[in-house]
């Protein structure tokens, strides 16, 4: 019998080395977001959906707002509750929020909105805002430029098929758009970089869904070869990532 892999899942066995090796993402982010949502974090009411465990949470929190944190998954939700014992936690999926409707001055995905169903988390997200109210989507997305980092996707490739089809591509305005003519999505890309160990690289490259839902014997193999091929590209053993963050704003129109 075939088994088809979990990918969405996949991130609950390794939750505690996602929590410490994904990037977060840069001040301006946030930033941006309350720009382009055109209210501030400090004493929003927000929902941060497919939370994981808190990366993108954390400095929403920090910056005020009134954060309830939702993710469905066991692993992520248990790293989240034991790193943000302050923040209200509820199991649930962005298909089906367990809010009434008009809760929230903003909606929020870190790097999890293509985990969803978009026909139904956008209309979701829309049915728990306020009017006025801002639904905002992002991702962390590697630069793939740089000749190592060229040559490691090939490299992954040919061990892993599946890898470039799990990393994420998509611009969301477009399916936002799709979903509903009305809307009037918001775009706006920013640039960051960090310099991590060698081995932090290595360990962020395990969380993603196509490791992740291999077993051990399989994955740790490519992984350390992977560490081999990065040695001779970093002989000082540190790594820097370059990253264009993705962000979408989706305003839930006034009433009236």
Same mark, same amino acid.
């Given at each position: 019998?075939?088994?088809?892999?979990?990918?969405?899942? *996949?991130?609950?066995?390794?939750?505690?080395?996602?929590?410490?090796? %994904?990037?977060?993402?840069?001040?301006?982010?946030?930033?941006?977001?309350?720009?382009?949502? =055109?209210? $501030?974090?400090?004493?929003?009411? #927000?929902?941060?959906?497919?939370?994981?465990?808190?990366?993108? !949470?954390?400095?929403?929190?920090?910056?005020? /707002?009134?954060? #309830?944190?939702?993710?469905?998954?066991?692993?992520?939700?248990?790293?989240?509750?034991? %790193?943000?014992?302050?923040? !209200?936690?509820?199991?649930?999926?962005?298909?089906? +929020?367990?809010? /009434? $409707?008009?809760?929230?001055?903003?909606? !929020?995905?870190?790097?999890?909105?293509h985990w969803t169903t978009p026909a139904r988390s956008v209309p979701e997200?829309?049915? #728990?805002?306020?009017?006025?109210?801002?639904?905002?989507?992002?991702?962390?997305?590697?630069?793939?430029?740089?000749?190592?980092?060229?040559?490691?996707?090939?490299?992954?490739?040919?061990? +892993?098929?599946?890898?470039?089809?799990?990393?994420?591509?998509?611009?969301?305005?477009? +399916?936002?758009?799709?979903?509903?003519?009305?809307?009037?999505?918001?775009?706006?890309?920013?640039?960051? *970089?960090?310099?991590? $160990?060698?081995?932090?690289?290595?360990? !962020?490259?395990?969380?993603?869904?196509?490791?992740? #839902?291999?077993?051990?014997?399989? *994955?740790?193999?490519?992984?350390?070869?992977?560490?081999?091929?990065?040695a001779a590209d970093f002989p000082d053993g540190q790594v820097e990532e370059?990253?264009?963050?993705? +962000?979408?704003?989706?305003?839930?129109?006034?009433? =009236?």
């Amino acid at each position: 019998m075939t088994t088809t892999p979990d990918f969405a899942g *996949s991130f609950n066995a390794v939750a505690a080395q996602y929590a410490v090796a %994904r990037p977060t993402y840069p001040p301006a982010l946030y930033d941006a977001v309350e720009e382009l949502a =055109g209210r $501030p974090f400090a004493g929003a009411a #927000v929902a941060d959906v497919g939370a994981g465990t808190g990366i993108g !949470t954390r400095p929403m929190h920090e910056r005020g /707002a009134r954060v #309830v944190a939702v993710e469905p998954g066991p692993g992520m939700a248990a790293e989240l509750r034991l %790193r943000l014992p302050g923040v !209200t936690l509820v199991r649930a999926s962005g298909d089906a +929020l367990p809010f /009434a $409707p008009d809760t929230f001055d903003l909606v !929020t995905y870190a790097q999890s909105w293509h985990w969803t169903t978009p026909a139904r988390s956008v209309p979701e997200a829309l049915r #728990v805002l306020r009017p006025g109210g801002a639904l905002a989507l992002w991702w962390n997305v590697a630069d793939r430029t740089a000749p190592w980092a060229v040559a490691q996707l090939e490299r992954l490739e040919r061990r +892993l098929p599946a890898y470039r089809r799990h990393s994420v591509t998509t611009l969301a305005p477009g +399916l936002v758009r799709e979903i509903d003519p009305a809307l009037s999505p918001v775009y706006r890309e920013l640039t960051w *970089s960090r310099t991590v $160990p060698l081995t932090v690289h290595v360990a !962020t490259l395990a969380t993603h869904s196509p490791f992740a #839902v291999l077993p051990p014997e399989e *994955s740790e193999p490519i992984l350390a070869d992977e560490a081999e091929a990065l040695a001779a590209d970093f002989p000082d053993g540190q790594v820097e990532e370059r990253y264009t963050v993705r +962000l979408t704003i989706v305003e839930r129109p006034p009433i =009236g």
